[in-house]
T-cell receptor
Framework: EAQVTQNPRYLITVTGKKLTVTCSQN?????MSWYRQDPGLGLRQIYY???????DKGDVPEGYKVSRKEKRNFPLILESPSPNQTSLYFC????????????????FGNGTRLTVT | AQSVTQPDIHITVSEGASLELRCNYS??????LFWYVQSPGQGLQLLLK????DTLVQGIKGFEAEFKRSQSSFNLRKPSVHWSDAAEYFC????????????WGAGTKLIIKP
């Protein structure tokens, strides 16, 4: 089954303790992206990747890191989490990049709810 | 700056009634427009999209949307809602100079009254 898999689904941690949220897709998609969803703010893009070893900042990259060493994986790293990073996080992927990317829908994972105390 | 606005945070509709969710975009050129749905505890799923041509587009689950250039709007409609339509709905757009990244509205939560 074609899917985007995020782990964990729920995570409670303390300020400053490094964590990684994993994201894996089995559709051979070039493009992957991380979003955070907060009430009243919709989805805000954190980082995205057009292909292996190519990553770019989105609208809210501060406090986050990503890597794209393999096509299927796009982990989100919080080196020193803070309470303002408490949010619902989504990973998404799609087949195309660039001009024709509009013709390829985003596939989303089921989300990771992170609480930082 | 480009933006997508969904003016209604919540909408409550009786089961069987019609539905219209509003979406407006701000920019000069027509963007590519999308509606996504997020069911509770799930990721987002594409309902429909508009790129060009016929301004009334059909999507999955019985939804349709109409693009109106004069109003910079792309409103989502359904003639008769079902309880299973209760979800959050997001309008999004790709603008020509946004490096093909989606710009998202804040979402509208649809509540269905029995």
């Amino acid at each position: 089954e074609a899917q985007v898999t995020q782990n964990p689904r729920y995570l409670i941690t303390v300020t400053g303790k490094k964590l990684t949220v994993t994201c894996s897709q089995n559709m051979n998609h070039e493009y992957m992206s991380w979003y955070r969803q907060d009430p009243g703010l919709g989805l805000r893009q954190i980082y995205y990747s057009m292909n292996v070893e190519v990553t770019d900042k989105g609208d809210v990259p501060e406090g986050y890191k990503v890597s794209r060493k393999e096509k299927r994986n796009f982990p989100l790293i919080l080196e020193s989490p803070s309470p303002n990073q408490t949010s619902l996080y989504f990973c998404a992927s799609r087949r195309r990049t660039g001009v024709s990317s509009y013709n390829s829908p985003l596939h989303f994972g089921n989300g990771t709810r992170l609480t930082v105390t | 700056a480009q933006s997508v606005t969904q003016p209604d945070i919540h909408i409550t509709v009786s089961e069987g009634a019609s539905l219209e969710l509003r979406c407006n975009y701000s920019y000069g050129a027509t963007p590519y427009l999308f509606w996504y749905v997020q069911s509770p505890g799930q990721g987002l799923q594409l309902l429909l999209k508009y790129f060009s041509g016929d301004t009334l587009v059909q999507g999955i689950k019985g939804f349709e949307a109409e693009f109106k250039r004069s109003q910079s709007s792309f409103n989502l409609r359904k003639p008769s809602v079902h309880w299973s339509d209760a979800a959050e709905y997001f309008c999004a757009a790709i603008f020509m100079d946004s490096n093909y990244q989606l710009i998202w509205g804040a979402g509208t939560k649809l509540i269905i009254k029995p």
